[in-house]
Each structure stands twice: as C-alpha cells, then as structure tokens.
C-alpha cells in the first residue's frame, strides 16, 4: 500500500502497533481461559491484562529484538515480558506462533471487511440515488460498441446497484468464511491446550474456531477472501469503463465532474480527462492481481510450511486498503458524475431511427412475412441508412414491399421511444423494492 491510494481507518488496521495490540489481545484471553482451567494462576492472568493492557509496544525495539531472534512472534513475546515480569511465563502456554499469527490474520480481515461493506453501503446508496434522478433519462443501449436500443440511464445505473448489491453479498459471506480462530498448538490436536481455550478467545474476538486445523487455518478460506475482493474490484473495473467510455469526446453522455483549478493535460489546456475512472481501472487491476497467490498458498506442505507468510503480508493490507480507497473514489464519482441528456438523445438519432429496426421487423411477421423476409426488408432499408445517411422511417415508408404489409401510421407507430421504456417500473421494483 502507498499513501496515495489509502485512507486511514483502513491503515490503521494494518499497523504494526494494531497488530501488536491484537497479538496481546490473543495471549490474555488464552490466559484468562486457562486461569478458569485451572492451569496459571488467576492472579498471574489478571497481571497480563493490567501491566500488558497499559503497555505501550514499542514498534522498533520489537523489530531490534526480531533482527537477533528471526523471529516476529517470539521478538513480541520478550518485548512484552519486560512490562509484564516474571508472570510473562505463562503467556502462550501450549499455543504455537501460527495460533497468534492466523488468528489476528482474521480479526484484521474482518475489520477491513466491515469498512468495506461500509463503502459499499456508500456506493450503493450514491447508485440508487443517481438512478431515480435517471430513471426516465433515455439514451441509448450498446452491443459490441455499437448501438443496440434504447434504454435509460436510470437503468444502468440500476444495473450497477444490483451488481454491487451481490458482491455485498459475496462479502458478508466471505467476512463469515474469514472470522475463523485456531488456538490448537503445534499440528492442531490440542496436545498442549485445552479446546476450551480456543473457544473462549474466539467468542472474545467476535471469531469462531476453526473446526479443524492443522499448524495453520486453511487457506481455502483465504483464497476466497482474496477472490471476492477481486470480484468487486472487477465491478469497480465495469462501471469506470462504462463512465470512460461515455466521457469520450464523440460521446460525451457522462462525465467526471471537473472541478474548479483542475487541469488535463500539461500541453493541451482544453482537456478534461476521465482520469478518476481511469486511475480506478488500474487499481483493479492491482486488487485482482493479488487474489492468485491466494489461492497459490491453499497448497502447503503438510501441517503448514512458511510459504504463505511473505505473500499475505503484502496481499493483506494491499487488498483491503486499495479496494477501499478505490470503493470510496467510485462513490465520489458516481455522486457528482455529470449526465447530458440532450446528448444521450443526439447520439441516438445520429442514424436517424436505426434504433426501432426489431420493432419493425416483429411487426411484419406478426402481419404475415416470413422472419426471413422481414429481416431482409428491413436489413436493406437499415443499410442505406448506414451506407448513405437515409432517414430510416422515410425508407421504410418508400419501401412497397413494406408498405404492402404494414400501413403508414403503424410504421410511424413502431418509432416510438416509450415503447423501450415501458417495463423501467418493473425493472426498479426489482432492482429497489420500489419504483
């Protein structure tokens, strides 16, 4: 993560004085459970809390003592053992590094997952917004780049809210799969500790534990983590490049807002550049890049091997810190995103009425032609349109092999644009619950 794309809740999560605090966190509960079993003395677990919960951990110091041991868990545990004494003995009885490592893994990624759902809520309640605004706003619809019929605004927005509506869902279930806890020692068989303690710490954590686990918690949960952020980060991907795509200058039905003292470009001072959707394709593409070492680090050796540590200490807090800043951006752009519907109905009518050729076509087979022929009569109409910028109702009117099936005023009928539009209610009612 790099300051730039980053915002501080998030950050905090990952910091290494966070980190600490959770990895105390984990050691006192375990204390606390093993004073209820009877196995430290009560009064050495209340110490743990007292003089551990007022420690400040002194990041550098952690890291001097780590640069002698090669070792991060057991650098923190003699760090902690100056403010706590001679009861720091009985801090990780029976546990092993993994038990605080994945452990506290879990807890962050359960609180990045909260400010992610929280964003969101943001994007999705901007989306709904922008969408009722829009909901009649006629523009028209694409396949392959190329004009299809017509549809609103509203309703692709309406389109996004749902997909975002699903990677919410996704998430929910991903931070469920996440909030797991192993406190089960060396192979997971809780030779040296007491299930009951990994029960306590979990319930204490808001985690659960780990049904069962090896040295490690299995990474197929953290594999599909890892996916579902790229999946929602494909989704902030999809709608950037709809934004892009709609600001270019032969376009321009969207656009950023540009605000006041912005510039473009350093050489070109008319250019007003789609550069926030731009910058958030590329931190897309950084999100989803980090999901295939996750699912490389399923495959580990046995009870557990290292392989895994080096990849979600990079992927942990880039992740969650780039997809919450880009889910914040989206929101911001999606809020102000400047909507031009002269220039949505300009487009549609660039080549004058090409948009109504299934209309015309259903009507002459339900008035006796062949699907065959009615395409064909309606094909060739639509090719002088494109070929010589005819007016397509004019040559449809002209043609007597249409006219011989269709009467004028229903040829003029199949123009209509609310005929496109007729089903945006039903569509909303799905989509919103309400129209």
């Known amino acids: 993560m790099i300051p730039r794309y980053s915002r501080p809740e998030m950050v905090a999560i990952w910091s290494p004085e966070t980190r600490f605090r959770i990895w105390f966190e984990i050691e006192a509960y375990a204390c606390d459970a093993l004073a209820e079993l009877g196995v430290i003395p009560r009064e050495a677990a209340k110490t743990i809390w007292e003089k551990g919960g007022a420690a400040k951990f002194d990041v550098e110091a952690i890291d001097e003592i780590e640069r002698v041991t090669k070792h991060d868990v057991i650098a923190f545990l003699t760090h902690l053992a100056e403010f706590v004494g001679p009861d720091a003995r009985f801090i990780h009885q029976g546990m092993t590094s993994s038990d605080v490592l994945d452990t506290c893994f879990a807890v962050q990624l359960t609180r990045a997952s909260d400010i992610l759902l929280a964003d969101i809520d943001g994007l999705l309640a901007a989306l709904k917004r922008r969408a009722f605004e829009h909901k009649d706003t006629v523009t028209i619809g694409r396949s392959h780049g190329i004009h299809a019929e017509p549809t609103t605004f509203g309703v692709k927005l309406a389109q996004a809210y749902a997909e975002f ?158 997809l919450d800043f880009a889910l914040s951006r989206l929101t911001g752009v999606v809020d102000k995103l400047l909507v031009y519907p002269d220039n949505m109905l300009k487009n549609m009518n660039k080549f004058r009425g090409l948009v109504h050729s299934q209309r015309v076509m259903l009507a002459l087979t339900q008035a006796g032609l062949s699907r065959e022929d009615s395409y064909r009569l309606v094909q060739r109409n639509a090719m002088r349109v494109w070929e010589q910028g005819a007016d397509f109702l004019e040559e449809l009117l002209a043609d007597k092999e249409v006219t011989a099936a269709l009467p004028e005023a229903e040829i003029r009928e199949k123009f209509d644009l609310g005929y496109h539009t007729k089903h945006v209610d039903t569509i909303f009612k799905r989509v919103f619950g309400e129209a």
Not at 198 to 210: I, N, S, T
Not at 298 to 320: F, K, Q, Y
Request: net charge negative.
């Open 165 to 322: 509506s699903r990677c919410r869902e996704r998430l929910v279930h991903a931070r469920e799969d996440i909030a797991t806890c192993a406190i089960s020692g060396a192979v997971g068989t809780f030779a040296n500790i007491d299930p009951y303690v990994e029960e306590h710490v979990a319930a204490k954590l808001g985690l659960k534990p780990e049904p069962v686990s090896t040295q490690v918690i299995p990474r197929d949960r953290h594999a599909m983590f890892f996916a579902t952020l790229g999946v929602i980060a494909s989704s902030v991907e999809r709608l950037s490049i709809e934004i892009r795509h709609l600001q270019r200058t032969e376009v321009l039905e969207a656009e950023e807002y540009f605000s006041p003292g912005q510039k473009g470009s350093s050489a070109m001072p008319h250019k007003r550049n789609p550069v926030l959707t731009e910058n958030l394709t590329g931190l897309a593409r950084m999100v989803r890049s980090m999901a295939l070492p996750a699912m490389e680090n399923v495959a580990l050796w046995h009870e557990r091997d290292i392989s895994h540590s080096s990849v979600e200490r990079m992927i942990g807090p880039d992740a969650t810190v780039t």
